[in-house]
C-alpha cells in the first residue's frame, strides 16, 4: 500500500455536478447486492464492524471514490475515523471481494462496490470524470488477448480515455469561429 499517494487526485478531480454519486437511481444497481451489507461482511468472512458498513455505504453513494474522498463521507458517521483505518477497511473489503479497487493512470487508488460485473471504465482526460462502461459483450473475460502467456484469464480491464460531452463542448465554446454543438441543437 502506498499512502504517498494520498490526495494527489484533488488537482484532477474538481467537484463537478457530475461527480460520481450524485445520481441516486446508479446505487440500486447492483446484481448480487440485494443483501443487506452486514450479511455480505458476514458471509465473506470478515467480522462486522461500523466502519466497515460506512465504507460500504459511503462507496455504495460515491463509486470510484479514492481513500481520502471515502474519508470525508465516512467521517460524517464517524467522526473519529482515523485515514490509517479507512485504508485498513478499504484493503481487508478488497481482498474479501466485496470492494474492486480501481488503479487508473496518475490517479491513486479508487474503489467501487460494483465488484462482480467485470464492467470497465470511461475516464475524461479533461476533467477527470469517471463513468462505468459495460463488458464488452456482456461475460467476464470480455477481451479474447492474442497472446496469454500461458495465463487463464479471468479479468479484463479496460479504461477508456477521451473528452467527455461537457468538456468537448467547453473545448468547442472556446475555439472561436468553430460552430458548438449546443448551436446546432438550437439551429
Ligand atoms: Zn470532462
Ligand atoms: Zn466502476
Redesign the pocket.
Known amino acids: 500500500m502506498s499512502y504517498s499517494k494520498y490526495g494527489m487526485m484533488k488537482s484532477m478531480s474538481p467537484a463537478s455536478p457530475?461527480e460520481p454519486g450524485r445520481a441516486p437511481e446508479q446505487s440500486a444497481a447492483h446484481g448480487a447486492a440485494s443483501l443487506p451489507w452486514a450479511a455480505r461482511v458476514r458471509a465473506s468472512g470478515l467480522r462486522v464492524t461500523k466502519q466497515r458498513l460506512a465504507v460500504l455505504d459511503a462507496l455504495d453513494h460515491a463509486p470510484h471514490a479514492t481513500a481520502d474522498q471515502v474519508l470525508d463521507r465516512v467521517r460524517q458517521s464517524l467522526p473519529d475515523i482515523t485515514v490509517q483505518s479507512v485504508y485498513t477497511v478499504l484493503h481487508s473489503l478488497t481482498d474479501a471481494g466485496l470492494l474492486r479497487q480501481l488503479d487508473l493512470a496518475n490517479s491513486p487508488a479508487r474503489y467501487e462496490t460494483r465488484v462482480a460485473d467485470n464492467h470497465h471504465h470511461a475516464v475524461?482526460?479533461?476533467?477527470?470524470?469517471i463513468e462505468d462502461v459495460a463488458c464488452a459483450v456482456g461475460h467476464a473475460p470480455c477481451l479474447t488477448p492474442a497472446e496469454t502467456h500461458g495465463m487463464a484469464i479471468r479479468v479484463a480491464d479496460v479504461v477508456y480515455q477521451g473528452?467527455?460531452a461537457?468538456?468537448?463542448r467547453r473545448e468547442a465554446d472556446a475555439a472561436p469561429g468553430t460552430p458548438s454543438p449546443r448551436d446546432a441543437h438550437q439551429g
Open positions: 457530475h475524461c482526460t479533461e476533467c477527470g470524470r473528452l467527455c461537457d468538456c468537448a
